[in-house]
């Protein structure tokens, strides 16, 4: 009888950590969608406790605001490559090569695919891939690499890869070692094409050189 009574405190305790934590992840979340600084976390359970919300005593600074948004994006990736493999949908992914502050060379990498017909097409970050070397065979080794990680095997890139958007860089998009090129040789249906934003900001480019009266375009209609 005893221990029936300490297994139903413990469940209800346990029930009531789920709880608090719940309220927890959902600010973190708030933050994240928000786009705002880590550190509003804790100023943002103050003002909870204020208005009487139990948060409990833990994952409140904005180091654990940070771990959380990880861990949220990290079950938001999973539910959405699971997704595509237990539905069977078709993706594209689109790759962008970038470099950050310090001189890191960075791959973007993105899935655009449709998970409800009504509301069609839409493009998911998936992950940011570091770069030991800007080769075609390092970008497309890393790329392999990222995706496997998240599911998408080669068996499943097989069957439900169709498309590829990359800038016009001729790592990307050379016609022979380009990373379009290899990823072809791998997966020999799948469509390829020069990322339309890449190629208006070319476009407008070049018109500004054209034009030797204007020096510079605040926005294109």
Not at 8 to 28: K, N, P, Y
Not at 126 to 154: E, F, G, M, N, Y
């Amino acid at each position: 009888m005893f221990i029936h009574k300490v297994k139903e405190s413990l469940i209800a305790q346990s029930a009531g950590d789920i709880v608090l934590t719940t309220v927890v992840f959902r600010t973190a979340y708030y933050i994240a969608k928000c786009d705002r600084p880590y550190t509003d976390h804790p100023d943002l359970l103050d003002l909870q406790k204020l208005n009487g919300i139990k948060i409990g005593r833990v994952l409140q600074s904005n180091v654990s605001c940070a771990g959380i948004i990880d861990h949220i994006a990290m079950e938001m990736r999973h539910k959405l490559t699971s997704h595509i493999i237990a539905q069977k949908v078709l993706f594209s992914i689109l790759i962008d090569e970038s470099t950050s502050l310090n001189r890191t060379s960075f791959c973007i990498l993105y899935i655009r695919t449709t998970l409800d017909v009504s509301v069609g097409p839409i493009t998911f970050f998936l992950d940011i891939v570091q770069l030991d070397r800007t080769t075609s065979d390092a970008i497309t080794d890393a790329l392999c690499t990222c995706l496997d990680k998240h599911k998408l095997c080669t068996s499943i890139l097989e069957q439900f890869l169709i498309g590829v958007g990359v800038d016009g860089a001729a790592v990307m998009f050379g016609s022979k070692g380009g990373v379009v090129a290899q990823l072809k040789r791998k997966f020999p249906n799948i469509i390829s094409w020069h990322c339309f934003n890449h190629r208006l900001e070319l476009s407008v480019n070049d018109a500004v050189k054209c034009c030797t009266e204007i020096n510079s375009f605040q926005h294109v209609a």
